[in-house]
Nanobody, 126 residues
Framework: QVQLAESGGGLVQAGDSLRLSCAAS????????MGWFRQAPGKEREIVAAITWSSPTYYAEYYAESVKGRFFISRDIVNNIMYLQMGGLKPEDTAVYYC????????????????WGQGTQVTVSS
C-alpha cells in the first residue's frame, strides 16, 4: 500500500508564492503518474498538475489551464517527494490540495487515481 502525505499549505496573500510537498512511502513506489488536485468549498475536485514518475531521466508534466505559467510541478524520485511550486496566487486558488497517484497513463479524472493523501489547506486572501 502506498501512503501519501502533503505538507506546506497555509494562509497567504494574493500574489504570494507557496510550495507544497507530497511524500510517498510504503511499498516500492512504481506508480507512473503522480498529481496534484484541489477542491474548493462547494466545488468538485479538479486536477491541478501531474507528472510522470517511472523514468529517472525523462518525465512529462501536465497542467490545468487555470494554473499554467503560475504553478510548476517537480519531483525527487530518489526520495519519493513531489512538489508543487505555486506563484501568483489568487483568491480563487483557495482550496484543499491533495496529492494522488495512479498506475497507467495520465488522466485528469479523479476516479482513476488509486492513492490519495489527506490534503493540505491553501487559503489566499485578497
Amino acid at each position: 500500500q502506498v501512503q501519501l502525505a502533503e505538507s506546506g499549505g497555509g494562509l497567504v496573500q494574493a500574489g504570494d508564492s507557496l510550495r507544497l510537498s507530497c511524500a510517498a512511502s510504503g511499498r516500492p513506489f512504481s506508480s507512473p503518474i503522480m498529481g496534484w488536485f484541489r477542491q474548493a468549498p462547494g466545488k468538485e475536485r479538479e486536477i491541478v498538475a501531474a507528472i510522470t514518475w517511472s523514468s529517472p531521466t525523462y518525465y512529462a508534466e501536465y497542467y490545468a489551464e487555470s494554473v499554467k505559467g503560475r504553478f510548476f510541478i517537480s519531483r525527487d524520485i530518489v526520495n519519493n517527494i513531489m512538489y508543487l511550486q505555486m506563484g501568483g496566487l489568487k483568491p480563487e486558488d483557495t482550496a484543499v490540495y491533495y496529492c494522488a497517484a495512479k498506475l497507467g497513463a495520465y488522466s485528469a479524472s479523479v476516479s482513476e487515481y488509486q492513492y490519495w493523501g489527506q490534503g493540505t489547506q491553501v487559503t489566499v486572501s485578497s
